[in-house]
């Protein structure tokens, strides 16, 4: 079998840019979607771990349909993301339903994988390391049971830590 670098993937509502709450994928939805906040700590721990953990080996993999995909590329463009993360603007991958997530990551050879919707995390079983990220609505709160093989992370600074712990330097 032959053996990869390390993939790091990421979801976009929820994770980069902060969640509407309730069961709302992403504050895209509303009048204001462009003034909807990144994440807490989201722009610069990418930025680190682009760069220094994953050698620029990062894809943005998001489920939205054709408005959703648009009003992203706009607030990523309007956040200036990809300058700021260093994630090249190819590495943004839309899929029609949260399944197809699995199929991109095989494509992408992902290693790891943050999303805020454990049923996407259960999908992924090519990726070893999945992380599910509960700090993106502003309400950091973890489900009663986690799946085996996936770990939980109520900040990017915790995402971090749990990342350093399984990509070598």
């Given at each position: 079998?032959r053996?990869?670098?390390?993939?790091?993937?990421?979801?976009?509502?929820?994770?980069?840019?902060?969640?509407?709450?309730?069961?709302g994928?992403t504050?895209?939805?509303?009048?204001?979607?462009?003034?909807?906040?990144?994440?807490?700590?989201?722009?610069?721990?990418?930025?680190?771990?682009?760069?220094?953990l994953?050698?620029?080996?990062v894809?943005?993999?998001s489920?939205a349909?054709?408005?959703?995909?648009?009003?992203?590329?706009?607030?990523?463009?309007?956040?200036?993301?990809?300058?700021?993360?260093?994630?090249?603007?190819?590495?943004?991958?839309?899929?029609r339903?949260?399944?197809?997530?699995?199929?991109?990551?095989?494509?992408w050879?992902?290693?790891?994988?943050?999303?805020?919707?454990?049923?996407?995390?259960?999908?992924?079983?090519?990726?070893?390391?999945?992380?599910?990220?509960t700090?993106?609505?502003?309400?950091?709160?973890?489900?009663?049971?986690?799946?085996?093989g996936?770990?939980?992370?109520?900040?990017?600074?915790?995402?971090?830590?749990?990342?350093?712990?399984t990509?070598?330097?």
């Amino acid at each position: 079998m032959r053996k990869f670098a390390p993939v790091l993937g990421v979801d976009l509502g929820g994770v980069v840019i902060r969640s509407a709450g309730g069961d709302g994928d992403t504050g895209l939805l509303g009048d204001e979607w462009l003034d909807t906040p990144a994440v807490d700590g989201c722009i610069d721990v990418l930025a680190r771990l682009t760069a220094a953990l994953f050698d620029m080996r990062v894809v943005i993999i998001s489920k939205a349909g054709p408005k959703i995909q648009q009003r992203s590329r706009e607030w990523l463009e309007h956040a200036d993301f990809f300058a700021r993360t260093g994630i090249g603007p190819t590495n943004l991958v839309f899929v029609r339903e949260r399944r197809d997530k699995a199929g991109a990551c095989r494509r992408w050879h992902v290693t790891h994988f943050v999303d805020d919707h454990v049923g996407v995390l259960q999908h992924l079983t090519t990726v070893p390391h999945r992380y599910l990220f509960t700090g993106g609505s502003g309400a950091s709160t973890s489900p009663q049971q986690v799946p085996p093989g996936i770990e939980v992370a109520d900040s990017w600074t915790t995402v971090e830590e749990l990342l350093r712990r399984t990509v070598p330097n």
